[in-house]
C-alpha cells in the first residue's frame, strides 16, 4: 500500500465529484492501514477526512478525524511541519464547527511551530490562508486582508495564488472597496474558469464575484454569479454549510430584485453553456473549436419553446448539445469533460430517463443527420429528400445555436431547413388528399352511419393533416403530433385555421369548422400560385402534384443545363457567370417554373437527345445570338451550327415580337427593375451588350420543332387570357431573392 497511489486515488475520485465513493475508500484504506499497522497511511487518511467531512459540513466527524490524528501524532513523536499541518486541519475544523477560541488557540500553536523550525513559505502561505478564513468568519476583515496579503507573497502557484485572491476579494468588498476586489479577483477567475475536471475552490471565486456585483447593486449579476457557485457547491461538496450561505445571498438578490425570473429551458441551457460550457471547451480544446458546436436541438419541448411547469418532471435541466465531426477517441474526451460538468443549475437538476439519454452531450454529427434524416450527410437529391419526415426534420433545425465557430454546424441546418420544391409539393399534396378523405368525405359519411368511433379517428386524422399542411405551406417543419397545435396556433397565416381545428376538438360546429380549415389552406394555395381551385381538397392535392411535377422536371433541365453552360468555351475565356450557380439557377427557375409541363418534357427530352449527339445546345444559342452582336464573326462560324428552317425562323420572329412588347408593357411599369435586366430590342445589340429579344431568339432556334410548337401555343393561350409572362418570370425571380411582391423589389431595385 503506497500513499502516493493512495492520495492519486482519493484526488481522482473528488475531482470526478464521486463523493461517497471517496469517501467509503478512505474508510476502508483506513481499516486496512489499521489492520496492517501502518500509522504512515492512517495519519495520512485522518487528515484527508477531516478535511473532506469538513467540506461536507460534517463538523462532530471532522473533529474525531483530527482528534486521532493528534493522539497518532504524538504518540509517533511526530513535531515541526507535519504537526503543523495536521493543527492547521484541526483549527479549520474548530472554526468551521463554529469552535472560534479553540481555532484561535490552534494557531497560535502552529505559529509558534512555525517560527520555531523557520517553516518554507508555502506552509507560511497556508497558515496566513487559512487564519484569513477565522477572521472572516469573526467579522476581522482587515485582519483577514492583511493575512490574505502576506498569503498571496508566499504562494508558489497559479492555483494557489488564486485561493488566496478569491478569499481577499471578499475581504476587500466587505471593507467597501470594490474597485481592489475586482481587480484581485479577475485573475482567481482566469485561473479557474474552464478548468476540466473544475476545481472546487471555483465555487468560492464565483461567490465573491457575485458579493462585488450585489455590493455595486448589480443584482442579476450577482444572482447569476450565486447560481453558478451553488452548481460548483453541489457538485464538488454537496450542500454545506457554504451552500447555505451562498444560497442565502442569492435569495437577498432575488427578494431585491422582485423575485426569481422564470427561465424558459432554452435560457436555462445557454446560461449553462456560458458558465461552464463554453470556457471548459476554451480552455481545454482549443485546438478543435472549429469542429465543435454548441447548442440545444432536437427533441424535448424546450427545443421548441413550449415547455412549461410540467416539462421538468423528465429529459429537462442544464445541459447542452456538442456537435463535433472529430475522431471517436477526441468525442471520448469531449463527453468526459462534459460529464464532469455541475449537473445543477439555477436550482434545476437535470433528470434523463432512458429514453433521453442521448439528446445532449456529444453528438456526432453523422449520428445527428441520420437519427433525424435517415443519411449520414445532408440529403442532396429529390429522390433522397423524399424518405425524410417532417417532424424529425424539425428536430433537426429547431432549437438554438450557442457557439459554432467556424459555422459548419450551421450550414448543416441551414441545408436542411429548405427541402427541394418538388418534395415540398408532394407532401402537401399528401395532406392535401388526406384532409379531403378524412374531414370532407369520411366523416359525414361517419355521422351518417351513426359510428361515433369512425368520426372521431376521421376528425383526428383531418385536424393532423390540416395542421401538417398549414406548416407546409408556411413553410415551416411540422412538430412531432404532441406539440403539433400549439405550433399551428403560432402561424402566421393561419389564425383561422387554428381556432377552426380547436373548435373541432371541442365538437364545435364541426361541419362548419372543417370547410373553414379547407377554406383557410385554399387561400394560401391561390396566394402561392399552387392551386386556384375552390372545389374538394382533392382537387387541390392533384394541382400540388401537377405543380410538384413541373418543379421536378424544371430542376432536372437545369441540371442538364449548367453542365452544357459549364462546358461552354468562350473566346475570351471562361465567363465568370459560368461560376455563379446561384444566379444561373434563379434565372432558369424563374423561366421554367412558369412554363406548363408538357414543354418541360419536351425540352428535358430535346436536351437527352443533344447530349447523345454531342452537342452543347447552350454553345448553339451563344452561337446564334453573334447574327446580330458579332456578325463578322457569325459568318464564320454560321457553318457549325444547325440550319434554322425558315418556316422555323418565322415562327421565332412572331414569337419575339409578342415577348418584346410583354418586356415593354413591363419596362413601362417597372423601369428600375427592367434597367438592371438586358436592354429590349435587337437593334440595340452590341458586340458586349446581347438584348432580350436577340437571347430570347437564340434560344427558341435551338428548341426542337415539338418544344417550339409547344412554347408558341403557350405564348399564344397567354395572350388569350390576357396574361403577360415577363410578369411571370420577374414575379418569379424577385421572390427568389426574397421580395414579397414586383413592387417591393422596384421599391428597392
Known amino acids: 500500500m503506497n500513499t502516493n497511489e493512495i492520495l492519486f486515488h482519493i484526488d481522482s475520485l473528488l475531482k470526478e465529484s464521486r463523493l461517497d465513493e471517496a469517501e467509503k475508500y478512505m474508510k476502508a484504506t483506513l481499516s486496512d492501514a489499521e489492520k496492517s499497522d501502518r500509522p504512515d497511511i492512517m495519519l495520512t487518511l485522518y487528515n484527508e477526512l477531516a478535511g473532506f467531512y469538513r467540506d461536507c459540513g460534517r463538523f462532530a466527524e471532522a473533529l474525531e478525524s483530527c482528534r486521532r490524528s493528534e493522539v497518532l501524532l504524538e504518540k509517533m513523536n511526530i ?40 517553516a518554507e513559505k508555502p506552509l507560511y502561505a497556508s497558515y496566513y490562508n487559512n487564519l484569513a478564513l477565522l477572521y472572516q468568519e469573526t467579522n476581522n476583515w482587515q485582519e483577514a486582508a492583511d493575512c490574505l496579503k502576506k498569503a498571496l507573497s508566499l504562494a508558489d502557484d497559479d492555483i494557489r495564488r488564486a485561493i488566496t485572491r478569491s478569499n481577499l476579494a471578499v475581504c476587500l468588498t466587505k471593507l467597501g472597496d470594490n474597485s481592489a476586489a475586482k481587480e484581485t479577483l479577475a485573475p482567481a477567475m482566469e485561473t479557474f474558469s474552464g478548468l476540466s475536471p473544475s476545481d472546487f475552490h471555483y465555487s468560492a471565486a464565483l461567490a465573491a464575484m457575485g458579493d462585488i456585483c450585489f455590493a455595486e447593486k448589480d443584482l442579476s449579476k450577482a444572482a447569476y454569479y450565486y447560481e453558478a ?10 450542500r454545506n454549510n457554504f451552500y447555505d450561505i451562498v444560497s442565502h445571498n442569492l435569495s437577498e438578490a432575488y427578494e431585491n430584485l422582485g423575485g426569481k425570473p422564470a427561465l424558459k429551458g432554452m435560457e436555462l441551457c445557454r446560461q449553462y453553456f456560458e458558465v461552464f460550457g463554453r470556457p471548459m471547451l476554451q480552455r481545454n480544446f482549443a485546438l478543435y473549436l472549429d469542429h465543435i458546436a454548441c447548442g440545444l436541438a432536437g427533441e424535448g419541448s424546450e427545443c421548441l419553446g413550449f415547455d412549461d411547469h410540467i416539462s421538468p418532471d423528465h429529459d429537462f435541466g442544464p445541459s447542452f448539445c456538442i456537435w463535433t465531426d472529430l475522431p471517436d477517441d477526441m468525442c471520448a474526451k469531449l463527453q468526459k469533460a462534459y460529464d464532469l460538468l455541475p449537473k445543477e443549475f439555477m436550482g434545476m437538476k437535470r433528470i434523463v430517463t432512458p429514453n433521453g439519454t442521448d439528446r445532449t452531450g456529444v453528438i456526432k454529427v453523422t449520428d445527428f443527420l441520420r437519427k433525424f434524416t435517415g443519411f449520414d450527410h445532408v440529403p442532396n437529391s429529390s429522390e433522397e429528400w423524399q424518405y425524410t419526415v417532417d417532424e424529425n426534420l ?40 388526406k384532409m379531403a378523405q378524412s374531414g370532407q368525405y369520411n366523416y359525414p359519411r361517419a355521422m351518417k352511419r351513426t359510428d361515433p368511433a369512425a368520426a372521431f379517428f376521421a376528425l383526428s386524422a383531418f385536424m393532423e393533416s390540416s395542421m401538417k399542411a398549414a406548416h407546409i405551406l408556411s413553410p415551416k417543419y411540422a412538430p412531432y403530433s404532441k406539440w403539433l397545435f400549439r405550433s399551428t396556433e403560432a402561424l402566421p397565416k393561419f389564425d383561422e385555421l387554428a381556432i377552426a381545428v380547436r373548435n373541432i376538438a371541442e365538437g364545435k360546429n364541426i ?35 401537377h405543380r410538384a411535377d413541373i418543379i421536378y422536371t424544371a430542376e432536372e433541365i437545369i441540371a442538364m443545363e449548367w453542365d452544357f453552360f459549364d462546358k461552354v468555351q468562350n473566346e475570351g475565356g471562361r465567363a465568370d457567370c459560368q461560376d455563379d450557380y446561384y444566379t444561373f439557377s434563379i434565372m432558369r427557375r424563374s423561366q421554367y417554373y412558369c412554363w ?114 409547344l412554347y408558341g401555343s403557350f405564348i399564344a393561350r397567354l395572350c388569350t387570357e390576357g396574361k403577360n409572362l415577363a410578369y411571370m418570370i420577374m414575379e418569379q425571380s424577385v421572390k427568389m431573392y426574397g421580395y414579397e411582391s414586383l413592387d417591393q423589389a422596384e421599391e428597392h431595385a
Open 79 to 118: 513535531g515541526g511541519a507535519q504537526l503543523a499541518s495536521a493543527l492547521l486541519n484541526s483549527a479549520n475544523a474548530c472554526r468551521a464547527a463554529g469552535l472560534y477560541d479553540e481555532s484561535f488557540d490552534y494557531y497560535r500553536r502552529i505559529y509558534a511551530i512555525l517560527e520555531n523550525i523557520g
Open 596 to 709: 406548363e409541363l408538357p414543354m418541360l418534357c419536351s425540352l428535358y427530352e430535346d436536351f437527352k437527345a443533344a447530349k447523345a449527339d454531342d452537342r452543347n445546345p447552350i454553345t448553339e444559342k451563344y452561337g446564334y445570338m453573334m447574327e446580330t452582336t458579332a456578325p463578322a464573326r457569325f459568318a464564320e462560324i454560321r457553318s457549325s451550327l444547325p440550319e434554322i428552317p425558315q418556316q422555323k425562323k418565322e415562327l421565332c420572329s412572331a414569337i419575339c415580337q409578342i415577348q418584346t412588347g410583354m418586356m415593354e408593357e413591363f419596362a413601362a411599369n417597372y423601369p428600375k427593375l427592367a434597367g438592371r435586366a438586358r436592354t429590349i430590342h435587337t437593334y440595340e445589340d452590341t458586340p458586349w451588350l446581347t438584348s432580350y429579344e436577340t437571347y430570347l431568339r437564340g434560344e427558341l432556334y435551338t428548341y426542337s420543332d415539338i418544344t417550339l410548337k
Open 229 to 238: 457557485s451553488l452548481s460548483e457547491i453541489e457538485l464538488h461538496m454537496g
Open 394 to 433: 424539425a428536430c433537426a433545425v429547431n432549437g438554438s445555436i450557442f457557439m459554432d465557430n467556424s459555422g459548419f454546424f450551421t450550414d448543416i441546418r441551414q441545408r436542411l431547413q429548405v427541402q427541394p420544391e418538388d418534395i415540398r409539393l408532394r407532401k402537401l399534396a399528401a395532406e392535401l388528399e
Open 511 to 545: 361541419t362548419e369548422n372543417i370547410e373553414i380549415a379547407c377554406a383557410a389552406v385554399r387561400a394560401e394555395l391561390k396566394a402561392q400560385q399552387i392551386s386556384n381551385s375552390d372545389d374538394y381538397m382533392s382537387v387541390c392535392a392533384d394541382d400540388a402534384k
